[in-house]
């Protein structure tokens, strides 16, 4: 009887898997992918090395020269103006006796905060004058300061340039900021003698000029305009 032919493969297959033939080519495509996915890392790898490589230091020191500086510059100091002002209105009126509000406005041309401590005065004999509206420009009749109007500010004395400080220090704003100009009440810093003329019945007065202020430049936190303050003494 002749030999049985033996039409198995040389290798024995294994029951459930299909051995697929060998592809040479697949196995080159792969690596080719892998190839250039490594010269594009490589790449980026190298460029962050390069640019951390331009802020690395160094062993070599540098040091700086004696006498090393820079150049500045303090600013120049200009004098306040505070003027009469209409707005708001005096809550507490002058009569015969009594006081009353004075509301003004502190300018400051100055590139810096400025802070008011305290005011100087005129002697009590010098007076306001009178006008007809808040205005100022009317004046009143028989009430102005040669007849005289008897107003004078509270406070004031024998002794000009008498100094009277403020109960709260007040800070104007630097030139061209918020609360620059500052409008500001006296609360019955205005004074009314007994001996005022019936003539100054419904007047405004402009009350006579400052001789002066003690203030200071400098950073502070500003005053909001408007804002209420007096002396009392």
Known sequence: MPPLENTSNSQERRPGRSRLPFRPERRHRTRARWSRRSRVAGAIVGALLAGGGAYAATNWTVGLAAGSSGEGQSATVSNLTISAVASPAATNVLYPGG?????????????????????????????????????????????????????????????????????????????????????????????????????????????????????????????????????TS
């Open 99 to 231: 006081t009353g509000d004075v509301v003004l406005t502190i300018t400051n041309p100055n590139p810096f905060p400025v802070t008011v401590t305290a005011v100087n005065l005129p002697t009590n004999t010098v007076y306001a004058n009178g006008y007809t509206s808040n205005a100022l420009t009317t004046q009143q009749t028989g009430c102005i300061a040669t007849t005289p109007s008897y107003v004078i500010w509270n406070y004031s004395s024998a002794t000009s340039g008498s100094s009277h400080t403020l109960t709260t220090a007040v800070t104007v704003a630097a030139s061209g900021q918020p609360s620059n100009p500052l409008t500001l009440t006296l609360t019955n810093d205005a004074s009314m003698t007994a001996s005022a003329p019936a003539a100054c019945e419904n007047t405004f007065f402009s009350m006579p000029a400052l001789t002066g202020v003690t203030a200071t430049g400098g950073a502070a936190a500003v005053t909001t305009s408007p804002a209420t303050d007096s002396w």
